[in-house]
């Protein structure tokens, strides 16, 4: 909330105040890499389908909830009746994950899947259905 104040140093206007964040943010990650610590302490699983045909979750990583990862039959199911945010934000993934742990900046890493259970490149055909890494700044 922003209050008028003669003593304030943070300008009340919402760009200005903006601005300000993305400032000290670039400062922030000009002395950190979070992009590459999340890379490295959570890669992506390159599939998460097992031997009988279901997703299989990797240990330390769980559904995430706004695009579930369930079962590959009933995810199609699921999704064909309910609806879920893998069509609206991850178009072509049948379901991502996220990872449990964070990283010591509080990163995370969410990685979204086609329906044979295979990672979605960013870089690919189906890139704009891939996950995403995810920080938060406070």
């Known amino acids: 909330k922003c209050e008028e104040d003669s003593e304030q140093e943070v300008p009340c206007d919402a760009c200005a105040v903006c601005d300000q964040w993305n400032t000290n943010e670039m400062k922030e990650l000009s002395t950190q890499n979070w992009l590459a610590e999340v890379n490295s302490m959570y890669p992506c699983p390159c599939t998460i389908l097992s031997t009988d045909g279901e997703f299989q979750l990797p240990s330390n990583w769980s559904t995430d909830p706004s695009c579930p990862l369930v079962s590959s039959a009933s995810s199609l199911l699921l999704g064909a009746i309910n609806g879920n945010g893998c069509e609206e934000y991850h178009p072509g993934a049948i ?44």
Do not use: F, H, M
């Not at 991502?96 to 295979?118: F, L, M, N, V």
């Open 95 to 138: 379901g991502c994950i996220r990872s449990e742990g964070r990283t010591p900046s509080g990163a995370g890493q969410q990685c979204c899947y086609d329906k044979e259970g295979q990672v979605l490149d960013p870089d690919g055909a189906n890139g704009a259905g891939a996950g995403t890494p995810d920080s938060v700044w406070a």
